[in-house]
């Protein structure tokens, strides 16, 4: 069965490889830091591949023009990536149909709010996305992806505490049995009428939102609505 690697797990090779340094954690980036990051990402993709022994599996999948592995890099520095750290998109080859190419997206502002080590932890999770690719033709997060990402030693999520810390979350439901936290930025259902859903891990009716900016809580849909109003009336924006 698929376990959950966990961000101490996982080596970040920089003592063994010649990996460029970090560059500086800003909210927004120049075009050099930028550069500076996509060829550290690189770096990092290359000495684990190797690390692993699968340069020649994924050389093969190449289209035989391909210059080093068939994979591309992109830094997303807009705001409005909220839900991942990262995509990877594949690109199938005209007459043949297969996966020879894909292109690993990561977004900065991820890589700005988390220490190197958890975000290799990101960068393992989209190179699992393509070696599935490669080796399939598909993608997703089923028992597939769980394999490959295993076979990586790559987180197959992000846990919630990292979230949080990349993000200042507009609202946070909680568990108030195993104490869960979820981050939300948007009323979703499960944050109007928390009376109406269970806690994923436990099962148990006893969910909690807390809406951060003011710091007041409801557990029912009638509580959030005297919330809303409340805050909605102060000078802090709902």
């Avoid at 550290?40 to 050389?59: C, D």
């Amino acid at each position: 069965m698929s376990r959950v690697i966990t961000y101490e797990d996982i080596p970040t090779l920089d003592h063994d490889y010649d990996i460029p340094e970090e560059p500086e954690r800003v909210d927004t980036p120049s075009k050099s830091q930028e550069y500076q990051l996509k060829r550290r990402i690189r770096a990092y993709v290359e000495a684990f591949v190797e690390h692993r022994g699968l340069w020649a599996e994924l050389k093969a999948v190449g289209e035989p023009d391909e210059d080093g592995l068939p994979l591309g890099y992109t830094i997303e520095t807009g705001r409005r990536w909220t839900r991942s750290g990262g995509k990877c998109t594949p690109y199938e080859n005209n007459q043949t149909g297969k996966v020879t190419y894909c292109n690993l997206t990561f977004v900065w502002r991820f890589y700005a709010g988390m220490s190197w080590e958890k975000f290799t932890g990101i960068i393992r999770h989209e190179l699992a996305h393509a070696v599935e690719y490669f080796r399939t033709g598909e993608g997703g997060h089923g028992a597939p992806f769980k394999d490959v990402a295993e076979e990586l030693d790559a987180v197959t999520h992000i846990d919630n505490e990292t979230w949080m810390g990349v993000f200042d979350h507009r609202y946070t439901v909680e568990c108030k049995n195993c104490n869960l936290e979820s981050p939300r930025n948007k009323a979703s259902k499960p944050v109007k009428r928390p009376e109406q859903r269970m806690c994923p891990d436990c099962k148990t009716d006893t969910l909690v939102v807390h809406h951060n900016p003011s710091g007041k809580s409801w557990e029912t849909y009638d509580k959030y609505q005297q919330v809303r109003s409340e805050v909605e009336k102060s000078e802090i924006k709902w």
